[in-house]
């Protein structure tokens, strides 16, 4: 399969082209799986690219009513957005490999910091009564109120920067135990009220078993990002090779040619070639799920990515045309959103990209989105710009 061929299948399959956006926002997540949700931001507006009239109070819907949508540390310790029926695919597999992890640093964090000689013992306690105090308050409590009813979390570990308090939640929150419920502050900001997850959910988390639950998440992903290789998926998942091998035979994965130098693979039923998608703009958020969706990542961003993400390896904003990123966007003084090119796009590109410069402006309504993962392009002067700033 071809870049070109690869990056047809990419609009059709993540909602990105104007003729395939999604209905809701539910159908948006399902169309790259989950939803990073590092920054509280790139949830509404990943979304926002996916959707035609969306509303803020469409996501909030999805997240807190109808509970459609559940936030769940999961994949290389990082906050998604998972669509509802595939959390025990997760909890089974990423999340609780996550889950393990964040306990032996926890308990090792909890011994240095000398909170107790018996970590295990003082974890146990800690944890009976968060869960104690999230079961007597039905609507959920924050964080510094869970300090407050649990006075053994007031305490310091990593040196004294980091409360013992947000540990404990992320990990009871990594296990399925409780989740992220209502926010309290604007969808750009994140003070969630946590909640058992028995109660948010509406009856005990099942989970499936660890190779059950990666072959789930990797069918879906390979149904969404296909064809990918196995060292994608290592990646995506953070999970070892041998549970991608094992998850890849179990969904019998079938080895195709792409233009890259590794094997990659699609689903046996899912060989046919899709027909080709018009040329098509978006602006993508900081650490949208279609960005960070592979390792290789060529075929898409061709050698672009020392400009377009963080030493980290965390994604800025990107601005995309024709299947491929050809720069990045960012806010001017008012708010409005710019273009920042860093290829020819042509006139055409240049007129489709100020058409989404001015969609996102309007959804914006003068709101300033910020984030810790500026790309060195978004930081760019604007004087030292090869190509002029495209604007609403």
Excluded at 112 to 128: F, H, I, S
Excluded at 184 to 193: F, G, T
Excluded at 202 to 220: N, S
Aim: proline share 6%; aromatic share 6%; glycine share 8%.
């Amino acid at each position: 399969m071809s870049d070109h061929e690869r990056r047809d299948r990419l609009a059709r399959r993540h909602a990105l082209a104007p003729s395939h956006r999604a209905p809701d926002p539910a159908s948006a997540t399902r169309a790259v799986v989950v939803l990073h949700a590092t920054e509280p931001a790139t949830v509404h507006l990943s979304l926002q690219a996916r959707v035609d009239g969306l509303r803020v109070a469409d996501v909030d819907r999805a997240l807190y009513d109808d509970r459609s949508l559940v936030r769940q540390l999961a994949m290389r310790r990082t906050m998604f957005v998972f669509p509802r029926d595939l959390l025990p695919a997760a909890w089974g597999s990423a999340a609780a490999r996550t889950a393990a992890a964040e306990r032996a640093r926890l308990l090792k964090d909890v011994r240095a910091a000398g909170v107790a000689a018996d970590g295990e013992e003082w974890l146990r306690a800690r944890q009976d009564e968060v869960r104690a105090a999230l079961a007597a308050e039905p609507g959920g409590l924050t964080s510094l109120e869970v300090r407050a009813r649990v006075p053994g979390l007031e305490v310091r570990i990593n040196g004294g920067t980091v409360w013992a308090a947000g540990r404990v939640l992320g990990q009871l929150g990594a296990a399925a135990e409780i989740v992220r419920g209502p926010n309290l502050l604007h969808w750009r900001q994140s003070r969630p009220r946590w909640r058992l997850a028995q109660e948010w959910l509406g009856g005990p988390p099942t989970p499936l078993d660890a190779p059950a639950g990666y072959a789930e998440l990797v069918r879906r992903w390979l149904h969404r990002f296909g064809p990918g290789t196995e060292s994608d998926l290592v990646w995506w998942l953070g999970a070892t090779k041998g549970a991608v091998r094992a998850a890849l035979a179990e969904v019998g994965a079938v080895e195709v040619g792409t233009d890259a130098a590794e094997a990659a693979y699609l689903l046996p039923d899912d060989l046919e070639p899709e027909p080709s998608v018009a040329p098509w703009a978006a602006l993508l958020p900081v650490l949208d799920p279609t960005v960070m969706g592979w390792k290789q990542r060529a075929f898409y961003l061709g050698e672009h990515q020392p400009v377009l993400f963080d030493r980290n390896g965390n994604a800025g904003t990107t601005a995309w045309w024709a299947g491929r990123v050809v720069g990045c966007w960012v806010q001017d003084e008012d708010g409005a959103v710019e273009v920042r090119l860093i290829e020819d796009v042509g006139a055409e590109g240049r007129a489709a990209l100020g058409s989404e410069a001015a969609r996102l402006t309007d959804w914006l309504e003068g709101q300033r989105v910020g984030t810790v993962y500026p790309s060195p392009a978004m930081r760019a002067d604007p004087g030292d710009l090869a190509y002029a700033v495209v604007r609403a």
